[in-house]
């Protein structure tokens, strides 16, 4: 029998869609200004590099459920930043980066052939790590019967659309209702601007009851640790404990000497604070400039973009407007068809360029 590749089921990669545009963006006489990624730009804290450097010389394997003080210490610092309850050193893990926790997580679950929902504007990976494992997928922002589990995504990325309390019920008593597993990624929760994010986990949502639910969390973006690959899986212990047993078997391990930065990471809020503040600052020169250029920006209440639009173009012809003048962008329809109509710019850039893009705006 003829083999099918598993990539020809996948959709195209998306940044391999706008090759063009970023080498017009490219041409022009200022260099290029690159707003569609959101790779973090700014240093790491000395400390984290320091506990990273100290581990340096361990040789041994590392624990796939993390060192006993890396699992303390993510527990005290969900609690601490965010208000999550009712976890133990058993009902966290270390990732090796959220997006590998993403594109996995349906597969490590054994959700083959079940059907999983997705938002209606998503972050690809959602979609890819469905298919990866075989499943069906639904794009709505609501919960679709039959389904056997939903990623949800408070603050969105791409839109910035944050999720109340209420709203997060709804999917909680679905999951209590049908016994389906509920994946909220919360990968931005710390940066709420216009609206203040709630973990899935918090006891407001949950009544104390964390059963099949699992938040994801990730130390890339206010700690910019991207290249790190940090994250975290918390939330209902059975489930954690079984994505534990596959990923031992797996050999889906957290580096040792990246579990000591981690600690270092989740055991300062300082510098993320820091971090913090340098993005509202590139985020409210963004806006002015967009605002002055006629360009108009929804949602966005809290995380790392802006959701723009402007009248009468489509996400593409927005795209290609921004190139005109050096910038690039991400074009809304990579994260799905309803979000055809806006681009994505992201406030990881040096703040020298986010003060050059504010000058192409509006000249």
Not at 138 to 158: I, K, L
Not at 303 to 325: H, I, P, Q, T
Request: glycine share 10%; net charge negative.
């Amino acid at each position: 029998m003829a083999r099918t590749p598993l990539g020809s089921m996948l959709p195209d990669f998306p940044w391999d869609t706008i090759a063009d545009v970023r080498e017009r963006a490219a041409a022009h006489e200022g260099g290029l200004i690159d707003l569609s990624v959101g790779g973090p730009v700014d240093p790491i804290a000395p400390s984290i590099q320091l506990a990273l450097t100290e581990a340096a010389a361990a040789p041994g394997y590392p624990q796939t459920a993390g060192t006993p003080e890396l699992r303390t210490t993510i527990v005290s610092a969900l609690s601490r930043r965010f208000g999550i309850a009712g976890l133990t050193e058993k009902s966290v893990l270390p990732v090796i980066g959220l997006k590998e926790a993403v594109a996995w997580l349906p597969t490590l679950l054994g959700l083959r052939g079940e059907t999983v929902v997705i938002p209606e504007v998503a972050y690809p990976t959602y979609e890819v790590g469905a298919l990866i494992a075989g499943c069906n997928v639904v794009r709505s922002d609501e919960p679709v019967d039959g389904a056997a589990f939903a990623f949800v995504n408070s603050p969105s990325n791409p839109t910035g659309a944050v999720l109340g309390v209420d709203e997060l019920r709804r999917w909680v008593e679905w999951s209590r209702d049908t016994g389906a597993i509920v994946a909220s990624d919360e990968c931005y929760l710390s940066l709420g601007w216009s609206a203040e994010p709630v973990s899935i986990l918090h006891p407001r949502v949950t009544d104390g009851d964390n059963t099949g639910l699992l938040a994801l969390h990730s130390l890339s973006k206010t700690s910019n640790l991207a290249s790190y690959r940090a994250g975290t899986i918390s939330g209902d212990e059975p489930l954690v404990q079984e994505l534990l047993l596959v990923r031992k078997h797996a050999g889906l391990i957290v580096p040792g000497p990246i579990q000591a930065a981690m600690v270092a990471a989740l055991a300062d809020d300082t510098h993320e604070e820091m971090q913090r503040a340098t993005y509202a600052m590139r985020r409210l020169e963004l806006m002015k400039a967009l605002d002055a250029a006629g360009l108009t920006i929804d949602d966005s209440e809290a995380g790392l973009y802006l959701w723009v639009r402007r009248d009468g173009l489509d996400s593409r012809e927005l795209l290609s407007w921004l190139a005109d003048r050096g910038i690039l962008a991400a074009p809304g329809d990579f994260y799905g068809p309803s979000g055809a109509g806006h681009v994505r710019i992201s406030l990881t850039v040096p703040d020298d360029r986010v003060d050059e893009a504010a000058r192409r705006l509006v000249s």
